[in-house]
């Protein structure tokens, strides 16, 4: 049973760093689609980044230049590097995975598999 669990996430003023981890059981990152994906209250849930087994990443435009992911395959870990937050990026934060042969794009939640229960970010002005 796949169980993916997200943890990193916190309240943090305009300007400061954050980093989210997704922890992977069950599950290996070979052929597969890690992404993140956040929600805030109201609005639909959106593709924050993602990162491929062969470690080629996309990104949101709204967060390119100030948001990493990275993967380390042996701690079955997924990363978020989150600096120069703003309060727009508020919202809760889910890991997901899929295969990569499942296809779709990167950015559609409806094409992961794999969600874990998310981790609350919160940025004040």
């Known amino acids: 049973q796949v169980h993916l669990v997200e943890s990193g996430g916190g309240s943090v003023q305009a300007g400061g760093s954050l980093t989210l981890s997704c922890a992977a059981s069950?599950?290996?990152?070979?052929?597969?689609?890690m992404g993140w994906f956040r929600q805030a209250p109201g609005k639909e849930r959106e593709g924050v980044a993602a990162?491929?087994?062969?470690?080629?990443?996309s990104y949101a435009p709204s967060v390119k230049g100030r948001f990493t992911i990275a993967k380390d395959n042996a701690q079955n870990t997924v990363s978020l590097q989150m600096n120069s937050l703003k309060p727009e990026d508020t919202a809760m934060y889910y890991c997901?995975?899929?295969?990569?042969?499942?296809?779709?794009?990167?950015?559609?939640?409806?094409?992961?598999?794999?969600w874990g229960q998310g981790t609350k970010v919160t940025v004040s002005s």
């Open positions: 990162i491929d087994s062969d470690g080629s990443t």
């Open positions: 069950g599950y290996t990152y070979s052929n597969s689609y």
């Open positions: 997901a995975a899929k295969s990569l042969f499942d296809g779709g794009n990167w950015n559609d939640p409806a094409t992961y598999t794999y």
